[in-house]
């Protein structure tokens, strides 16, 4: 049990010296404030943010490493088990069927982000991040000893995006205690643990389960996670006190400012549209004459891709902006989903796979990076914790529809047309948002 220790007074006289940096322990409390009164005097206590040191880069790492085993294992690889439950494990069921899987995942990894940030923002931090941790471990040598399909969508589906959600909330949340002027390029360097994991895997799996089988490969997926987790555990920590600010778990105030509804908004639309190409692309390239050990690597080769773009944009949202990155990015990564069934040849779906990847990459890596400057940081964790959990609707919905639309027509280019329609329409609320949040047409955002 964690011990409570009373917090650095607030409302300290002027002239004395500010308190040093150190680490808060779970559960350790403040008072009711007012938003106001609080933005003030956190920001008294707290100081600048480093932007560097150790300790800083420390936690950038362990964050980096969450996203390896969260989106990068999770999300990015999730077309492998899609195209080998397709032909072997669970042949009998339709794709959308299957997709199901993927797509509870999705949802469970922003669903949780609510009460994750809301948990955060009261202190409680390093023990649910360990817990979850634990269970995301137990789950995915779990998943090597499923057999059914309904046993799959509880362990693989929800179980795994439910741990993997809470670890990845706080890893990205903390973010914020660390760095500030350096935020966008610190968030793009944490986001290439996603495109490493989203590469890794998939390169693992396809060599892995010829000689070894699935139930084997799996496992040697549990340990890499089982690593790389206890690493992380033990470098994360966060540098702020506390902030118990009024609202409880919601904080429906922030909806009063239209750029944040409208950038939720966004959010379930690009969400609806953005994985579907990641998906079946595997499954698709099969389809025109690929071998399936080479259709596995075209997902490698799009993660490996999204590495590159997503440290451009963060050192791109430093300078211009985080929607100003965003915006032309995502347009690109809407127009690749229309071309990418139309790519027939290996040399097309390379192209198609590298490009799309370094687009998508720009825009995950900077989705929490709009709300996170929407407001105060005392209640940065429940404000992005919110954004996360509407998104999740997006992410439930989005490759369960494409796999209905596929099976029904019998090909992927209509899926293509859904998924980079909505896609496209998401940019526009991105302009929205940008016009609202700036008060203008131009200038950095």
Not at 46 to 57: N, T, V
């Amino acid at each position: 049990m964690v011990n409570e220790k009373s917090p650095v007074p607030l409302g300290a006289e002027l002239g004395v010296n500010p308190p040093t940096l150190r680490t808060i322990r779970d559960n350790q409390k403040l008072p009711d404030k007012t938003s106001q009164d609080i933005t003030e005097k956190y920001a008294k206590d707290a100081g600048e943010a480093p932007d560097g040191g150790l300790k800083a880069w420390s936690v950038v790492l362990a964050s980096m490493l969450t996203t390896f085993c969260t989106f990068g294992y999770v999300n990015s690889s999730w077309g492998v088990f899609q195209d080998y439950y397709e032909r072997v494990l669970l042949s009998d069921k339709s794709p959308s069927t299957i997709a199901w899987i993927g797509s509870v995942q999705y949802t469970f990894i922003y669903l949780p982000g609510l009460p994750t940030g809301r948990l955060f923002d009261l202190g409680y931090f390093k023990i649910p991040y360990f817990v979850a941790s634990c269970g995301l471990i137990a789950c995915t040598f779990l998943t090597a000893e499923c057999k059914q399909y309904w046993q799959f969508l509880l362990v693989q589906g929800l179980f795994t995006g439910l741990f993997s959600g809470i670890i990845y909330a706080q890893a990205i949340s903390v973010v914020s205690h660390w760095f500030s002027k350096k935020k966008g390029i610190v968030l793009g360097i944490v986001s290439i643990g996603t495109s490493l994991g989203g590469t890794l895997f998939p390169i693992a799996g396809q060599k892995l389960i010829p000689h070894v089988g699935f139930q084997w490969t799996v496992r040697a997926f549990g340990f890499m996670v089982l690593f790389t987790l206890g690493i992380a555990n033990l470098a994360i920590d966060r540098r702020l006190p506390p902030v118990n600010v009024k609202g409880g778990l919601l904080n429906l105030s922030a909806f009063r400012n239209p750029a944040y509804t409208i950038y939720c908004i966004s959010g379930v639309t690009c969400l609806l549209g953005l994985y579907t190409m990641l998906t079946y692309l595997p499954v698709s390239a099969s389809a025109v004459g690929m071998s399936d050990s080479f259709s596995f690597y075209f997902l490698a080769i799009a993660n490996a891709a999204s590495a590159l773009g997503r440290l451009s944009a963060g050192f791109l949202a430093d300078r211009i902006g985080p929607l100003n990155v965003m915006i032309p990015f995502t347009g690109v990564a809407g127009i690749l989903t229309f071309a990418w069934p139309y790519a027939s040849s290996q040399g097309a779906l390379i192209g198609v796979s590298v490009i799309y990847g370094f687009a998508s990459g720009t825009y995950i890596s900077l989705l929490v990076a709009p709300p996170m400057a929407m407001g105060d940081v005392g209640d940065v964790g429940r404000r992005v914790g919110m954004f996360l959990t509407i998104a999740a609707l997006g992410a439930l919905l989005g490759t369960p529809i494409s796999g209905v639309i596929n099976a029904r027509t019998g090909g992927f280019k209509d899926p293509g047309f859904y998924a980079g329609a909505i896609v496209m329409f998401s940019v526009l609320l991105l302009f929205v948002v940008r016009y609202l949040h700036l008060g203008r047409l131009y200038g950095k955002c």
